[in-house]
């Protein structure tokens, strides 16, 4: 008996283009199903990342015949920032998809250091293409979002990007969300400007009273209306545990002072990944604040940075992942444990 082949095909496709088109024709020729591990999903929009997964599905499929659409599985996969929490969520997904006994092949291209995850999974074959277009998704990305019109940005992206894609796109610049992304990725391309060392440190507060969690709403220009850890950037001469405890007073009003605020620190942890925010490296020291149940929550307010405050209890979280800022659903997970592998 035949062994069904399934091919794999990993990427974010935050703007679908012809090199990315051509290595799923390459995948669909050599197996009989295709899996697209779809990355950064179900988080929040951002400047790096401005299509929800559901879009990207969208524009994967506009590209392809009726039949290819029947033999393509899309997996969305969020971000970890741990890769071997990653490379098992991808595994478990694709082995649950393909079945037992399926012949799994690894199809990609080594683009440049973000290529790494190949070598993450040495149970299945590697089928190594050739990169088919001298374009990348960054490039397609800052034409869009960094043109006056959006339709001469397509005419633009022609060679680069398919008719049926640019349709797609054209479409959804007539969105609302179009203009939110236009205004989030120039306020991005003004920060990396004013800030260009090599790294920034930040703190944060993860502070929780009971099963309840302490969160903030942005008030842009970088994440807009999203919920978030308060926090910020360290000040000069300023300790790390300093800077998350000043935040999260400046934020949210905290009616605790400083001294009572550090004696109930459980836990720290660094979120380092370079990728972890579109403004640049930022290096976050997060901090658990951990207070054992009260009569009632303590009080909190908004701030010039903050549209409000709000405790959350930690059941409510899990579903929030879509509204939650950069990596701060990761943050949290982390303290409280809210991902079942």
């Not at 090599?198 to 969690?213: F, I, P, Q, S």
Request: proline share 5%.
């Amino acid at each position: 008996m035949t062994r069904k082949t399934v091919a794999v095909v990993v990427g974010r496709w935050q703007l679908v283009h012809l090199g990315q088109e051509a290595l799923f024709q390459a995948a669909f020729g050599l197996a009989d199903e295709v899996i697209a591990v779809l990355g950064s999903s179900h988080r929040a929009r951002d400047p790096r990342n401005p299509f929800v997964h559901e879009e990207r599905r969208q524009m994967l499929m506009a590209n392809l015949t009726p039949a290819q659409r029947e033999r393509l599985h899309v997996l969305p996969v969020r971000d970890y920032f741990d890769d071997q929490r990653w490379n098992a969520a991808v595994a478990m997904g694709v082995q649950a998809l393909a079945g037992e006994g399926a012949d799994i092949v690894l199809v990609g291209h080594h683009k440049d250091h973000t290529s790494y995850y190949l070598h993450g999974f040495p149970r299945w074959r590697q089928q190594l293409v050739d990169r088919l277009a001298e374009v990348d998704a960054t490039a397609m990305r800052e034409v869009f979002f960094e043109a006056d019109d959006p339709d001469a940005a397509l005419a633009v992206m022609a060679p680069y990007v398919s008719a049926p894609v640019r349709a797609w796109l054209q479409a959804w610049s007539r969105l609302p969300e179009y203009q939110r992304r236009k205004t989030e990725h120039a306020a991005v391309q003004a920060y990396r400007k004013k800030y260009t060392a090599v790294a920034y440190m930040t703190g944060d507060a993860v502070v929780t009273v009971g099963d309840h969690v302490l969160l903030v709403r942005r008030n842009g220009p970088f994440g807009e209306g999203l919920w978030a850890l308060p926090g910020g950037h360290l000040d000069r001469g300023e300790k790390l545990v300093a800077c998350a405890i000043r935040e999260l007073i400046e934020e949210t009003g905290f009616p605790l002072m400083p001294a009572s605020i550090l004696a109930t620190l459980a836990g720290v942890e660094t979120f380092e990944d370079p990728l972890r925010s579109p403004r640049g490296r930022l290096i976050s020291m997060a901090h658990h604040f951990k207070f054992g149940p009260m009569a009632s929550l303590p009080e909190v307010t908004s701030s010039d940075e903050t549209k409000e405050s709000r405790w959350f209890h930690r059941d409510e979280l899990a579903a929030m992942e879509p509204q939650l800022f950069e990596d701060h659903f990761v943050i949290l997970d982390h303290f409280l444990g809210l991902i079942e592998d």
